[in-house]
């Protein structure tokens, strides 16, 4: 069973930066995509970045040049981290996995999630 521990969240200020973490544990073989969802109080959850198992990635729009998704396989762990961060970004990060960048465009058939990490960006 797959297991996500999320962490680095935290308060910061508009224009400050966090590192997000996310320990993998429990993954078959082949399920080599990794994810980063956000939840904003009272909206979806939504794909924030993804990168493939041969590191291709992609962002949503309002975090372009801004994020940056990486991975160290040996470490098991996913990395976002976030500059420039604004009060938008606020909200519960989450990781994910998948077989590739296209498991991640529905967020809501997921069946599995961790806890997450608060994110608060505010002055």
């Known amino acids: 069973q797959v297991q996500l521990v999320e962490s680095g969240g935290g308060l910061v200020q508009p224009g400050g930066s966090l590192r997000l973490s996310c320990l993998v544990s429990?993954?078959?073989?082949?399920?080599?995509?990794r994810a980063w969802f956000r939840q904003a109080p009272g909206k979806q959850r939504e794909l924030v970045a993804a990168?493939?198992?041969?590191?291709?990635?992609k962002y949503t729009d309002s975090v372009k040049g801004r994020f940056a998704i990486s991975r160290d396989n040996a470490q098991r762990t996913v990395y976002l981290q976030m500059n420039n961060l604004r009060p938008e970004d606020t909200g519960v990060y989450f990781c994910?996995?998948?077989?590739?960048?296209?498991?991640?465009?529905?967020?809501?058939?997921?069946?599995?999630w961790g806890q997450g990490t608060q994110v608060t960006v505010s002055s």
């Open positions: 994910n996995v998948g077989l590739g960048l296209g498991d991640f465009n529905l967020p809501s058939i997921i069946p599995s």
């Open positions: 429990g993954v078959t073989s082949g399920i080599n995509a």
């Open positions: 990168i493939s198992a041969i590191g291709t990635t």
